[in-house]
């Protein structure tokens, strides 16, 4: 039987965000030896602590894993930063030591700035990050990136595999489920993301606001934090009607709630994107997605199924599809239940286990492996591959 001892890279399983959330609904799951070492800031560290104390801790965690890997049977280490500035600089240390170790690596970028990819992979600075190049292997969250990092590798792999859906949320079967949203016969849209303007928090209020004026019975749920929170708040209070509401970062049973009662999620980014795992999670919950397509969402967002695929005018285009979904409602609960079995095929935790470990297996073991988790077909219809590594 071929050995797999593997060491994770994570910041602090009890941290939000995305990459403590990924691991921690896998954790159990994962069919393979493992050990987590954990990077970057801890749930106990303050956050506006010295600079000082940072660098220590740093250095000590650089300290932490020479030690570890001196000696040790790991035969992976697979490293999950961001590719921006802080993240990837920090990981790229650990990426080195391994290196030194001669451990087998997979670099998992989550996090992705454009910007940032053109420094390490082509500009005048990328002589410093060659020996990334040597990785055994990549994983990205979408295609277009795996098409930023190819042309500069010569033997490495790269997989596209997506973030996960935590299915212990829902409520047992679809009709269970469906039961709990349009609690009031209206549809409740949900816009859960950083409040930034170019999340599209704004055009998501006006697209309310003149569904509001048709008399259309519609709720819109605000939910995250960010550098316009306090504006957004302002606005909602001076609008003064109680189905807009803003109620700022939420998590756990809220989050949940939040998602299980909903219809509709608004997702109208014009950031840069991975892989967003409030799409994702709203797919699972049942929502109709209504959304720009960015980042991974590219490879397998088809608006015709998914909800509606926003383009140009974010606002008008919000309305129209909005308004269409309130007037059908029986195609609401069809791309409902579509979104749904969709998550539940491909985002569901056993599925990204099962991924995950095909993908290892092909880096330890040279063995043959799909690199990438889809391929398209003509819309409406999405077809995925899952071939198992032979």
Known sequence: MNNKNILILTPSLENSGGVANYYNILKSKLSFDHEFFVVGKREAEHHDAPQRSHILRLISD????????????????????????NGFNRDYIFYLISRLFRKKTIVFFRGWDDGYAQTVFSGRLRFLFR??????????????FKDIIAPHLK???????????????????????????????????????????????????????????????????????????????????EYGDENLRYVGRIGGHEKTEALLSSSVLLFPSMHAEGMPNTVLEAMGCGLAVIATKVGGMNDFF???????ELTNDLTAEIEAAVTGLNNDRELLHTVSMFNYNFAKKYFYSERIVERLNNIIDGVLFDRKCSDSWIKYHAPPRVEITSDPCQ
């Open 62 to 85: 650089y300290i932490s894993f020479i030690r570890l890997l001196w000696g040790s049977n790991h035969n992976l280490v697979l490293i999950n930063p961001s590719l921006n500035f």
């Open 131 to 144: 020996p990334l190049l040597r990785s055994d292997g990549f994983i990205v969250l979408a295609n277009q």
């Open 155 to 237: 033997s490495s792999r790269i997989f596209v595999d997506t973030t996960v859906f935590d299915e212990r949320m829902l409520p047992q079967g679809y009709e269970s489920l469906f039961q709990l949203k349009n609690p009031e016969k209206r549809i409740r849209m949900l816009f859960l993301s950083r409040i930034e303007a170019d999340k599209g928090v704004y055009e998501s209020i006006a697209a309310y606001k003149n569904l509001r004026k048709k008399n259309i019975d519609v709720e819109l749920i605000i939910a995250g934090s960010g550098s316009e929170a306090n504006n957004v708040r302002q606005l909602v209070e």
């Open 302 to 308: 088809v608006g015709e199924s998914m909800g509606a």
